[in-house]
């Protein structure tokens, strides 16, 4: 796959299409790239306390150069955020502001902010404009892109939600040299998701496979090296592209994206969310994943490695490295509307890597001893 760094990456929805465009140093334009879109007079970015306020400063100062009218949201970092107190901040927010229908909304920041300012634009007069910029590897490689949106409320996470597309996702990698180090990992352990995508999604990478990239380049990643950075972000946000413009709204291949995802979120749950980022789970769901297909006769034992070590040269972790309940994390596991009759639906890899299947009625019993290994 040839790099573009001018072109947009398309998302293909008819008439909810849009663009993602990829450039370093884009925020300082992004009024620019706004200013072509029928999105209203008045802008608010809802943004947070931890994102360093340059990043900020430099959309603000964009859009007024474009004549835009700009309201600023600080909103606290954190999941426990993504509520909705927070949802009505911005509703408030917007209200007493006098934002009309033909006004917009627009994230700044990771996942949690995407997703919330989303929502919020999806119900706000019953949707208002929504433009998603990205500050987070996650964000720009997943979050921002698809039109999911959600809050969670006690009883769960995401639990209310809607899709909702942007009518833009504007991603500068620039605003990752501020990101810590943990917070990046969190996005690679997507990175590494598309890689054991690529055929299935059908989007090529280059003569060499993405999985064979990540490994080459693993030095070149982790130190942000500008070009590589651009290659990861620009390829998974277009596979994610790809896989959305097919399948909006998950009813099949859209699916595929889940690789690891069970596991995740069985673990995420199971320790509150509190001692493994949503990217770490998802690289121990992939390690799983990849066990329990080697186990299935799906994938030789050798592929398996391969994902494994992977995924542990990236400081990532491969299995749960403390004391847990096997038994809270497979009842919430089992929770996932994918399964049947009390039996695993799972994505796992298939024959080589870049492939995937979809594998229904897998039995607790072949599930636990992944855990246990
Ligand atoms: N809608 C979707 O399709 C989708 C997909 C995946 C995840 N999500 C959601 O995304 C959320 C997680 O997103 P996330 O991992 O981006 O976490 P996040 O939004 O909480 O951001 C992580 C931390 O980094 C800070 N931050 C953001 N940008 C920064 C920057 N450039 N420099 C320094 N600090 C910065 C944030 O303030 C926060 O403290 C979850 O709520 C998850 O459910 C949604």
Redesign the pocket.
């Known amino acids: 796959m040839k790099i573009m760094t001018e072109k947009a990456i398309k998302v293909n929805l008819k008439e909810k299409s849009y663009n993602i465009f990829i450039k370093e140093n884009i925020l300082a334009l992004s009024g620019n790239y706004l200013s072509k879109l029928k999105i209203g007079k008045k802008i608010l970015l809802v943004t947070?306390?931890?994102?360093?306020s340059v990043?900020i400063k430099k959309v603000h100062k964009s859009l007024v150069k474009k004549g835009f009218k700009v309201f600023i949201l600080v909103l606290q970092?954190?999941?426990e955020y993504?509520n909705l107190s927070s949802l009505l901040k911005i509703v408030n927010f917007a209200i007493k502001n006098k934002f009309e229908r033909s006004d917009s909304f627009c994230a700044v920041?990771?996942?949690?902010?995407?997703?919330l300012t989303?929502f919020a634009a999806s119900v706000y007069y019953r949707g208002i404009n929504f433009i998603c910029i990205?500050?987070?590897?996650?964000?720009m490689v997943?979050?921002?892109?698809?039109?999911?949106?959600?809050i969670?409320i006690k009883e769960g996470?995401?639990l209310l939600g809607t899709f909702y597309q942007p009518k833009i996702v504007i991603i500068d990698p620039k605003?990752?040299?501020?990101?810590?180090k943990k917070?990046f990992l969190?996005?690679m352990g997507?990175v590494i998701k598309y890689a054991l995508l690529e055929n299935t999604a059908k989007v090529k990478f280059s003569k060499s496979s993405f999985f064979q990239f990540l490994k080459n380049k693993r030095g070149r990643i982790l130190g942000l090296y500008s070009k590589e950075l651009l290659q990861i972000i620009y390829y998974s946000a277009f596979v994610k592209a790809q896989v959305v413009s097919k399948d909006e709204r998950e009813s099949s291949l859209r699916a595929i994206l889940n690789l690891g995802h069970t596991f995740a979120h069985g673990i995420e749950q199971a320790f509150n969310y509190k001692k493994y980022?949503?990217?770490e789970a998802v690289s121990i769901g992939i390690c799983f994943a990849s066990t329990l297909a080697f186990k299935q006769n799906l994938i030789s034992e050798e592929i398996m490695n391969s994902v494994i070590s992977l995924i542990s040269d990236y400081g990532l972790p491969v299995k749960i490295e403390c004391p847990f309940s096997l038994n809270k994390i497979i009842k919430s596991m089992l929770l996932d509307k994918k399964n049947k009759d009390g039996k695993f639906k799972f994505i796992l890899p298939a024959e080589k890597i870049g492939k995937v299947k979809i594998v229904s009625g897998i039995l607790v019993k072949d599930v636990k001893p992944l855990f246990l290994s």
């Open positions: 947070q306390n931890k994102i360093p990043w970092s954190g999941e993504k920041g990771g996942g949690v902010v995407s997703d989303g990205p500050t987070t590897l996650l964000g997943d979050a921002a892109i698809g039109g999911k949106t959600a969670n996470k995401n605003t990752l040299k501020t990101l810590s917070e969190v996005g997507e980022t949503h990217g």
